[in-house]
């Protein structure tokens, strides 16, 4: 079965970091781009960063350019997002998604295999 599972997420203060992990099994991510996207309640399903097949190329929203910087472990099977700088209006839960066509937009349209999620809340 694909499965794509997302950890890191918690409870952090304003200015605080995160590393979010998006594992993958059923299917070898080397040949996938990846993408991270959140949701806030009340929002919609936002794409925030992503990155291509071989990881040379990255792109990000402008609400976390700067901040949040997406790498990848092919050896692992792992995507990664590090987030630094945290504010309240981070708050959402954290998807990561994968696909065949890399999409500089991270748009979510473009993303078929989907993890749970992972909450991440900060919050003083």
């Known amino acids: 079965q694909v499965q794509l599972v997302e950890s890191g997420g918690g409870l952090v203060q304003p200015g605080g970091s995160l590393r979010l992990s998006c594992a993958a099994s059923?299917?070898?991510?080397?040949?996938?781009?990846v993408g991270w996207f959140r949701q806030a309640p009340g929002k919609e399903r936002e794409g925030i960063s992503c990155?291509?097949?071989?990881?040379?190329?990255?792109d990000y929203a402008d609400s976390v350019k700067g901040r949040f910087t997406i790498s990848r472990d092919n050896a692992k099977n792992t995507v990664y997002l590090q987030m630094n700088s945290l504010k309240p209006e981070d708050t959402a839960v954290y998807y990561c998604a994968s696909t065949l066509t890399y999409d500089s937009t991270c748009s979510p349209i473009r993303y078929g295999y989907w993890g749970q999620g992972t909450q991440v809340t900060v919050s003083s």
């Open positions: 059923g299917l070898t991510l080397y040949y996938y781009a």
């Open positions: 990155i291509s097949v071989n990881g040379g190329r990255t």
